[in-house]
């Protein structure tokens, strides 16, 4: 029962990361898409600390986001491991615990997105991406606050949606 129960961590963790560093490419993707202005490598190395902030944020606020996903891949596994995971419910758990977390991931880069887009509206006095890209860190950090909030925001429904789905 033991070695049991620890290949089912095992099994979970594994999947976690995996899930993880696609959410994560996912979103460093999303940024690098609309941060047309310079290239989020480059600019890392040339020790761009402004970029790194921003990229730091990115990759928070989708593990902010994805951790509601993984939570209910967790629930789903024990459901299904309580039903029997060949049995019909056990499958279903685990067919609603993987929808959940792709779900999490797509609803993380969907927020990142909409947050960028949508501080890049409200300020039209300067813009964002060329004041990170010369090394602004007050507008990094401006911009990494946005990009945290609205992903906190984002997990509480994240959440609900798992809570209604499982």
Same mark, same amino acid.
């Given at each position: 029962?033991?070695?049991? @129960? +620890?290949?089912?961590?095992?099994?979970?963790?594994? &999947?976690? &990361?995996?899930?993880?560093v696609a959410a994560l490419y996912l979103g460093f993707s999303v940024l690098g898409n609309m941060t047309r202005e310079y290239d989020e490598e480059v600019e890392l190395s040339n020790g761009n600390a402004a970029v790194g902030i921003v990229v730091a944020a990115v990759? *928070?606020? *989708?593990?902010?986001? *994805?951790?509601?996903? *993984?939570?209910?891949?967790?629930?789903?596994?024990?459901?299904?491991?309580?039903?029997?995971?060949?049995?019909?419910? !056990?499958?279903?758990?685990?067919?609603?615990?993987?929808?959940?977390?792709?779900?999490? /991931? /797509?609803?993380?880069?969907? +927020? /990142?997105?909409?947050?960028?887009?949508?501080?890049?509206?409200?300020? @039209?006095?300067?813009?964002?991406?060329?004041? &990170?890209?010369?090394?602004?860190?007050?507008?990094?950090?401006?911009?990494?606050?946005?990009?945290?909030?609205?992903?906190?925001?984002?997990?509480? !429904?994240?959440?609900?949606?798992?809570?209604?789905?499982?």
């Open positions: 029962m033991l070695i049991e @129960h +620890a290949a089912v961590g095992l099994f979970q963790l594994v &999947i976690s &990361i995996i899930f993880a990759f *928070v606020a *989708v593990a902010i986001i *994805v951790q509601s996903g *993984v939570i209910g891949l967790t629930v789903g596994i024990n459901k299904s491991l309580a039903a029997g995971i060949l049995s019909f419910d !056990g499958m279903s758990a685990i067919g609603i615990a993987a929808v959940q977390l792709i779900l999490g /991931i /797509i609803l993380a880069v969907l +927020a /990142i997105y909409l947050a960028l887009n949508i501080l890049d509206r409200l300020t @039209h006095r300067f813009n964002e991406f060329e004041e &990170i890209k010369k090394g602004n860190i007050a507008v990094a950090i401006k911009m990494g606050g946005v990009i945290i909030a609205v992903a906190m925001i984002v997990q509480s !429904g994240v959440i609900g949606i798992t809570a209604a789905l499982g």
